[in-house]
């Protein structure tokens, strides 16, 4: 019986896939926040390094990794594929499930497969700092080891409910040297004027992507990263569907569904794009994102231009959003905290590839828990939601008779998140329903878009 | 550039390796705590399964892993290999560095490697429960997931110094179903007896063994598990040297030294009794166990009979003692906290085939950064006694111009004890040195034996 799939450190992918050229409908244009126009690469350098605007809009297919950033992978890659045979007997189903592990990484997530390349292309254009917002910290704590390799000093705005949630988090960075702040913070305009209104707030991604990237645009030797949403970011991630792919034909079969979990979209792309293209050559699978009922983006979001950040700081893109003043409830999986998504994903909802479900927490962590006592491995929050995908998929496979392989992202693990299994233990969790209202009011924000 | 070295999951080892038949002197026999005789086998039944009492005293020098133990060790094993690149860079050093990575377990640490053992013939004897104890707390969410796996309770009294120093430690034992109390607690006699004396009491690991003996000696359907210190946890862990062994010939190299952390012995006897085999059989190589200065067991302590516990419940047997009621300071390495030693590796160290060195917690933590920001692993405070031994090792081989290969075992990862990191950033670790009066007062204590 065998458990898991691993391929050697050679079989580390050797390209990033870029999806944006196998779109089923052409890219939208990038707006400027001040006049909602298209922007040119040259507006985006006060905030990226060249090579990342480049990734950022190239229409090449498959982008060559370069072998500073492999060596920098192969400390954790090709991660391993796992059958998760207990899983499937505790839940007395007849499907196949497996699951990537991207818990294996220094941080604990996927994350860092993004962070290396951008800590390598920032380093490599002469940059000394990185700013970042994190939700989490899965991203946070991934760009401070990041900085580390390529010698870059690192500051990171940690969502505040987050901040005081996960102190472990906040500690990793600091062990990795970053520099680290609860947003909204007093170290920004941005921080400052929201304080000023609600100096209680809980913050969000939003707010604190709009204190990371002022802390870029103010100072010349600092650049902004980003974790998640962007192409560049989800292309980056591509590296876990390569790999998937390579394994499960060790393990003799091909999912008819793959599932990931949802907030700006990177390890949902990550796992789902080399499927994609797959689909889009005409295969059969199902592509199924899972995010929380309560910030649901994809399921709820309208299609639409809206800011990446609450401050309107940030480029404009038409992505699924909630509208960028909304704040979600102070759920545990903080990494799916955003209003908004993906372009690219957004774009494969809209077109059909890819199918969005919601789920609220308490099923989602019944659902960890007990892959947690089967499996082993104690999920993030986040990626709980892509079990409970999971749990559901092979319940209604056994209703209707059938077998199904299923696939998924464990995108991390729940070693920082134990707080929030010790309140779902001592049943002191609360789950937040589909937050109509607050919705409704922050859609009546989105900006008014009129391209020439 | 290789990084790490895998095995497939078919090269877990089939067999654990009993290094009893061959210590160069015959092993000393295990005394009643009451009578301080001699014990039968059928004296160790009330905590002990007949077959874990056969493998504690058995003399077949390669013992079968039964196939359920090697699918569920399959979960995790075989372990990764890793070559230090980065570390090696930043020390500037000629020599090669090897770690031996046992974070990939479920709960983080080697110790599930006997504590799916331990479950599984319990289990398979009819028991229901286990009680434990735990320091840092590694070993008893081991058994936490064991206990899951094989469908037995599991009652844990974790050390109340670390039970309030790592709180998540203790959210994982509880997210894999287990009971968890602080100790000395008010569940058993022991445990009330230490309160009443000292209600402030720490805790250490001898009273907590006190506590779990006691526990399993007075119900029924429960027996005691220990997750170090004795013969057949350490066997069971040789798995861990067993795949060096060969994942270092895939590295070509042998090493010339090999290193691991020492509290009870398990991770140390892991790693290198495969090795110690080599070594009476004429190869050579230098084996060095690393302890804390504050609890020097191997280095200061006496070689004699003495209590596995603080209470005297347990079987007195003949190893390095600091004395049955040596209390350790508060040190971050809680599971390095313990008064006394593996009888085997004690009898190894008497006959010089094994090195001991002793460290104070700063410069350790001083190593472990190191390591973190090369390596992106953030080691257990127990591990970082190793690092700290490989650094001295590689700098004394660069001052003789020496290029050594060094293999030390990662036996955990840092998540649940950043804490400490934390304290350590911030100046506020203290040392403690070599506690000479309370040592010196704790050997007037020991068992006055006299053997028939």
Not at 206 to 222: C, Q
Not at 248 to 255: N, Q, S, T, V, W
């Amino acid at each position: 019986m065998t458990t898991k799939y691993l391929l050697p450190e050679d079989r580390i992918p050797r390209h990033w896939y870029n999806i944006l050229p196998d779109l089923p409908t052409p890219p939208s244009p990038v707006l400027h926040p001040g006049t909602l126009q298209p922007v040119k690469p040259e507006d985006l350098a006060p905030l990226f390094p060249s090579r990342i605007i480049e990734q950022e809009m190239g229409m090449e297919r498959e982008v060559a990794i370069p072998e500073e950033v492999r060596e920098a992978l192969a400390r954790w890659r090709p991660s391993p594929l796992f059958r998760a045979h207990a899983l499937e007997k505790a839940l007395g189903t007849r499907s196949h499930i497996y699951y990537k592990y991207e818990g294996v990484s220094p941080s604990g997530s996927h994350k860092p497969n993004s962070a290396v390349a951008q800590a390598f292309y920032n380093a490599k254009e002469g940059v000394k700092r990185l700013a970042t917002e994190t939700g989490a910290g899965q991203w946070g704590s991934s760009l401070a080891f990041a900085g580390q390799l390529f010698g870059l000093a690192v500051t990171v705005y940690m969502v505040k409910v987050s901040h005081e949630q996960k102190p472990y988090r906040r500690s990793m960075m600091r062990t990795w040297g970053a520099e680290v702040f609860a947003s909204p913070s007093s170290q920004t305009q941005a921080g400052r004027r929201i304080l000023e209104e609600d100096p209680k707030s809980n913050g969000s991604l939003g707010i604190a992507i709009s204190e990371a990237v002022e802390d870029a645009a103010t100072h010349e030797d600092t650049k902004y990263a980003l974790g998640s949403v962007l192409n560049h970011v989800c292309m980056h991630q591509t590296v876990i569907g390569q790999e998937a792919r390579e394994q499960m034909a060790l393990a003799g079969e091909y999912p008819d569904v793959v599932i990931g979990c949802h907030g700006g979209g990177s390890n949902f792309a990550g796992i789902a794009f080399p499927y994609a293209r797959d689909k889009m050559n005409g295969k059969q699978v199902r592509l199924v994102a899972a995010e929380p009922a309560s910030c649901p983006t994809l399921t709820r979001g309208t299609y639409a231009f809206d800011y990446g950040d609450t401050v309107k700081m940030t480029p404009v893109v038409k992505m699924h959003t909630l509208g960028h003043d909304f704040m979600p409830p102070g759920i545990h999986a903080g990494g799916l905290r955003y209003h908004g998504a993906s372009p690219l994903v957004s774009s494969l909802v809209h077109a059909g590839v890819v199918e969005a479900v919601a789920y609220t927490q308490k099923g989602c962590f019944e659902a960890a828990l007990l892959f947690a006592k089967t499996e082993g491995i104690i999920p993030a929050p986040e990626s709980s939601h892509a079990i409970k995908a999971v749990v559901e998929e092979a319940r209604k496979a056994d209703e209707e008779g059938r077998e199904r392989v299923i696939l998924f992202n464990l995108s991390g693990h729940g070693h920082f998140d134990l707080a929030a299994y010790d309140q779902y233990l001592a049943g002191g969790l609360e789950d937040h329903e589909y937050p109509r209202e607050a919705i409704e009011r922050s859609m009546g924000n989105l900006p008014k878009v009129e391209l020439g």
